[in-house]
C-alpha cells in the first residue's frame, strides 16, 4: 500500500469558517501550515499543532483567531518562520520562543497581546535573533535591557505602551537594519546616539525623546526612511547624509527643530 506524505498545507483567501481542525495533527510531515486571509476562522490555535515536529513554517495570519499564543511553539525545534500576526490573539508572549534554534522570523503583530516583552528575548538559542515584529499590540513596561545583548536585523516595537530608555539597542556595532519604535513611551536622550552603517529605516515618531538629533545620523549613506515628528528634540538638524532629503511635514514635525530641511535656525 502505498502512502502520501504531506508536506505542505495551505489555505489562503478561502471562502470557509470555522475552527481549525484538530485534525491537521494527523500530518506528521508536514514542513508548511499555512491559513491566511480567512477571516471566518475563530477559535483557538489547536494544541495538536504541538505533534507536527518537522514543521519549518507556520503561518496564521489575516484570520479571527482568539486566545493565548500557544507556548508549544517552542517544542518545534525545526521551526523557522512563525506568523501569528493580524489576528485576535491575547495574553502575554510566552518567553519560552526564545528556545526555538532556528527561528527566523517572528511575527506577533496586529493582536491584543498584554503584558512586558519577555526577558527571554535577550537570550534567544538561534545563531542570530529572529526578525522581531511585536507592533499594534497593547504591550506595556519597560523593553528588557537583555534585548542589548541581540544583534537585530529588524525590530519593530511601534504602537504599543512600552516605556523608558531603549538607547542599548543601538551602537556601532549592531546589525540593525530596520527599526519601528514609534507611538510609544520611550523617553531618553538620543544626543550621543551611535548606529550601524546598515541601517535604513528608523522611526521614532510619537515618543518623548529629547535632546538634538544625533550627530551620528549624518553617516548612515543607506537612511531610505527617518521620521521623528512629535517628539521633544531641539536645536539644528545636523547636516549631511540623507538628513537634508527627507520631508518637513512627515518627518520632522517638531517646533525646536530648526535647520535644513526646516527653516533656519
Known amino acids: ?128 535573533p529572529p526578525n522581531l515584529y511585536l507592533s499594534h499590540n497593547q504591550l506595556t513596561g519597560s523593553v528588557p535591557k537583555s534585548l542589548g545583548n541581540m544583534k537585530f536585523t529588524r525590530i519593530d516595537l511601534s504602537r504599543n505602551r512600552l516605556t523608558s530608555d531603549i538607547s542599548f539597542l543601538f551602537g556601532k556595532s549592531k546589525a540593525l537594519e530596520s527599526a519601528d519604535f514609534s507611538r510609544n513611551l520611550f523617553e531618553f536622550d538620543v544626543t550621543k546616539l551611535q548606529f550601524p552603517k546598515s541601517l535604513r529605516v528608523l522611526d521614532w515618531n510619537y515618543n518623548k525623546l529629547k535632546g538634538n538629533l544625533p550627530l551620528a545620523l549624518t553617516t548612515l549613506a543607506n537612511l531610505q526612511l527617518f521620521n521623528v515628528s512629535y517628539n521633544r528634540l531641539c536645536g539644528q538638524i545636523p547636516v549631511g547624509g540623507k538628513l537634508q532629503s527627507f520631508t518637513y511635514a512627515e518627518d520632522f514635525h517638531i517646533q525646536c527643530l530648526c535647520g535644513a530641511p526646516l527653516p533656519a535656525c
Request: charged residues 10%; without cysteine; proline residues 7%.
Open 1 to 128: 500500500m502505498l502512502h502520501y506524505a504531506l508536506h505542505a498545507l495551505t489555505v489562503f483567501q478561502a471562502n470557509i469558517s470555522g475552527q481549525i481542525p484538530a485534525s491537521v495533527g494527523h500530518l506528521p510531515y508536514l514542513e508548511t501550515l499555512l491559513f491566511r486571509h480567512i477571516t471566518n476562522i475563530t477559535g483557538q490555535i489547536p494544541s495538536s499543532i504541538a505533534k507536527l515536529t518537522r514543521l519549518k513554517s507556520v503561518s496564521l495570519s489575516w484570520t479571527n483567531l482568539t486566545g493565548p499564543v500557544p507556548s508549544f511553539f517552542s517544542k518545534l525545534k525545526t521551526l523557522n518562520y512563525l506568523d501569528l500576526s493580524f489576528n485576535q490573539l491575547s495574553g502575554s508572549i510566552p518567553p519560552s520562543l526564545s528556545l526555538l534554534p532556528n527561528l527566523l522570523d517572528l511575527h506577533l503583530d496586529r493582536n491584543r497581546l498584554t503584558g512586558t516583552i519577555p526577558e527571554s528575548f535577550g537570550a534567544f538559542a538561534g545563531s542570530s
